[in-house]
């Protein structure tokens, strides 16, 4: 079973390589990752430094809540269309 990484352990181990000017088989064997994973994180993190932020999110699954929510929205459009009809039509305007 893979082993699952906190961001912060994650960027930590990789600044460490990235800042500190530390050797990359070195510091996956003294964090104890698997280099191909660790080779992986460095090259995400080159990618976008902020990939580690605990705030961070990435803009696959950002697009993804924004679509959920703009479905959520129509919805609710669809329902309030609705209730004012009705409402027209109680009050005969």
């Known amino acids: 079973m893979p082993r699952i990484y906190e961001k912060e352990f994650k960027k930590t ?3 460490r390589v990235i800042k500190d ?3 990359t088989s070195q510091t996956a ?3 104890d990752i698997p280099l ?3 080779e992986k994180w460095i090259t995400a993190y080159h990618k976008n430094n902020k990939v580690f932020n605990r705030e961070y999110i990435p803009p696959e699954r950002r697009i993804q809540e924004l679509q959920k929510s ?3 929205l129509k919805l ?3 329902i309030l269309r609705k209730n ?3 409402i027209k039509k109680e009050h005969n305007l």
């Open 13 to 15: 181990a990789v600044e």
């Open 29 to 31: 064997k003294e964090f």
């Open 70 to 72: 703009i479905k959520a």
């Open 76 to 78: 609710q459009e669809q």
């Open 21 to 23: 000017g530390k050797s």
């Open 84 to 86: 004012i009809e009705e």
């Open 36 to 38: 191909k994973t660790f």
